[in-house]
C-alpha cells in the first residue's frame, strides 16, 4: 500500500501575512520488532506520549495488523488526556478505522516517512501544548480467537511515555508510533510556500 497521505490546503490570513499549515512529527517510538500485542473485546491496548510541538494533533502512525477479522471489523481509537493519570481520563476524541483500512506491519516504522497505518486524527481538533500528557488507547469489540495486533518493544524505547493494557500500565513496554502535529507557519511577504501535504516533514 502507498503511504497515506492527507489532503491540507494553505490557510490565507485576512491580513498582509501569509499563512499555511504544516504538518511535522512530534513524537515517536519506532521499535516494533519485539512483540505483537493483541486488542479483543476484553482487552485494549494504548501508549502515552508528552507533547513536544504545539499545534492541532493531526494523525498517529502505528504498526497494525489483524487475525480472522473480517474486512468491515473496527479498531476504535480514542485520545485521552492523561495529565493527571489514566484512571478516569477525560476523552477527548474517538475515531475509527476498519480492517480493511490496515496498511502494512513493518517490524520498525521510518521518521522520514509513512510505512505503516495512518490515523487520521484532525477532525478531532484536538489543541496540544508542550508538557501535554496523552494517551493513545486501541479497543475493539471483536472477539478471540479474531483479534487486531499492534507491534512494540521493551527496554523503554520511549522515556516520556508507556504502555498500558486495561488498568495496567509499564514504563518500559512502549508501542511502535508517531504523533503528527499540525502547526501553522506565518510569512510576513503573504507568499504561502511549501508542501502542506508534507506528512514525511520533522521538526528539527
Keep these: 500500500m502507498a503511504a497515506i497521505r492527507l489532503a491540507l490546503l494553505a490557510l490565507a490570513s485576512t491580513s498582509a501575512?501569509?499563512?499555511?499549515i504544516e504538518v511535522v512529527v512530534d513524537q515517536y517510538q519506532l521499535d516494533g520488532s519485539e512483540q505483537n500485542n493483541l486488542i479483543h473485546s476484553a482487552r485494549s491496548l494504548g501508549q502515552t506520549c508528552l507533547v513536544a510541538i504545539p499545534g492541532t494533533l493531526a494523525a498517529i502512525e502505528m504498526s497494525l495488523y489483524s487475525?480472522?477479522?473480517d474486512p468491515a471489523d473496527k479498531l476504535i481509537i480514542e485520545i485521552l488526556d492523561a495529565s493527571s493519570g489514566l484512571a478516569g481520563a477525560p476523552l477527548l476524541g474517538?475515531?475509527?478505522i476498519s480492517d480493511a483500512e490496515l496498511g502494512p506491519s513493518p517490524q520498525f516504522l521510518d521518521l522520514q516517512t509513512v510505512t505503516a497505518t495512518l490515523i487520521d486524527v484532525s477532525s478531532m481538533e484536538i489543541s496540544v501544548s508542550v508538557g501535554d500528557l496523552i494517551g493513545i488507547r486501541l479497543s475493539s469489540a471483536v472477539e478471540l480467537p479474531a483479534a487486531f495486533y499492534v507491534?512494540?518493544?521493551f527496554s523503554n524505547p520511549y522515556p516520556r511515555g508507556g504502555f498500558f493494557s486495561n488498568d495496567s500500565y509499564w514504563e518500559y513496554h512502549d508501542l511502535a508510533f508517531k504523533?503528527?502535529?499540525?502547526i501553522t507557519q506565518i510569512y510576513a511577504d503573504g507568499f504561502e510556500s511549501g508542501d502542506t501535504s508534507a506528512w514525511s516533514s520533522t521538526k528539527p
Excluded: P, Q
Excluded at 17 to 20: C, I, N, Q, W, Y
Excluded at 179 to 182: E, K
Design 17 to 20: 501575512l501569509g499563512s499555511e
Design 67 to 69: 487475525w480472522y477479522t
Design 94 to 96: 474517538t475515531t475509527t
Design 151 to 153: 507491534k512494540n518493544s
Design 179 to 182: 504523533t503528527f502535529v499540525a
